[in-house]
């Protein structure tokens, strides 16, 4: 059987997503598997080569779910042959997982990268779920707590960047004395000798007993509840607030009253509180829920800009302030 790879990770000139599709090109032909490199932004692209007999697919999770309605209501869901996909290249959930392998009867998995390494990812996760497994041929997880078991990602090899363009203190920076590029990414090795991402060490925050605290892990709670299409949470005068997303049309904000409005938001802020705080340990409390009234605004490789979240938002909290 011959298989197809759609690659869509292609936003434009030398971004971490064209980097991701060069060397999942190159993953491909060794294994003999026939590629079909196209961007990310062509759905008609997109929907003809998957139509055609595409058996994997590597895109964006957003993408992919807005490719499944695309041949849902086309009434092409039946006709396709997709059995999996590895998407990445934008935080998602394992709601968001789940839908699409629901939506498209496919196995979906989540790959990990930087644009300062070539891939094809620093790591993925497998079948069952529990996490991203650092590729241990390629990186090496350096455990800087042995009690905790916590270190920084760091790389060294023929696959490591030599340097940013043109910017040597910033080069300086990230690299150790000895050559060993710092991906910022803290893994965290369990019982089995396996490693997991736990955050971005520039987004970690710290806690009023000197814990370490990864906000990505509260965000992957808080973004697995009913409503919530995402979240970030930050640090305001020693108290962790997390602010929210709704999913589209989640919230009719001009269909209600304005008394029932805020009724039926404030009983999902007290659910998400409930849930997110069930689900995280004592440091990683959430003292309270703000719900965002616009998208958070993002970079090009579609993260978050959260220093812009950290002492104020526009939600709804801030709006009520002000009547």
């Given at each position: ?21 060069i060397?999942i ?56 042959k ?20 629901r ?75 000895d ?87 404030d ?57």
């Amino acid at each position: 059987m011959i298989n197809f790879l759609q690659a869509i990770f292609t936003y434009g000139f030398l971004t971490r997503a064209l980097v991701a599709g060069i060397m999942i090109s190159i993953c491909a032909s060794l294994l003999g598997v026939t590629l079909v490199l196209k961007r990310f932004s062509m759905i008609g692209d997109g929907l003809s080569h998957v139509g055609f007999g595409a058996t994997a697919i590597a895109c964006t999770p957003s993408y992919l779910l807005h490719l499944s309605e695309v041949l849902r209501d086309e009434g092409l869901l039946d006709k396709i042959k997709l059995k999996a996909a590895i998407c990445g290249a934008e935080p998602w959930t394992d709601e968001m997982r789940r839908e699409i392998e629901r939506r498209l009867n496919i196995r979906a998995f989540d790959i990990y990268g930087l644009s300062e390494i070539m891939g094809p990812g620093v790591a993925c996760d497998c079948q069952y779920h529990k996490g991203l497994h650092v590729c241990e041929d390629h990186f090496y997880p350096e455990i800087i707590n042995p009690e905790t078991g916590e270190g920084e990602v760091v790389a060294k090899g023929p696959n490591v960047m030599l340097g940013y363009y043109k910017d040597p203190v910033r080069t300086k920076s990230v690299f150790t004395e000895d050559g060993w590029f710092r991906t910022s990414d803290i893994a965290v090795q369990d019982e089995k000798g396996r490693f997991y991402i736990k955050g971005r060490n520039s987004n970690m925050i710290l806690g009023p007993s000197g814990e370490n605290i990864y906000p990505e892990e509260i965000e992957n709670v808080i973004n697995n509840v009913e409503g919530v299409s995402e979240s970030i949470v930050v640090e305001r005068d020693g108290r962790l607030v997390a602010l929210v997303q709704p999913q589209e049309n989640f919230i009719q904000w001009d269909k209600e009253s304005e008394d029932k409005l805020y009724e039926k938001i404030d009983a999902w802020k007290a659910k998400l509180l409930k849930v997110t705080n069930k689900n995280v340990n004592k440091s990683s409390q959430v003292s309270s829920v703000e719900v965002m009234k616009e998208p958070f605004e993002k970079t090009a490789t579609q993260k978050i800009r959260r220093f812009k979240y950290k002492d104020s938002a526009p939600t709804v909290e801030e709006e009520q302030k002000t009547k």
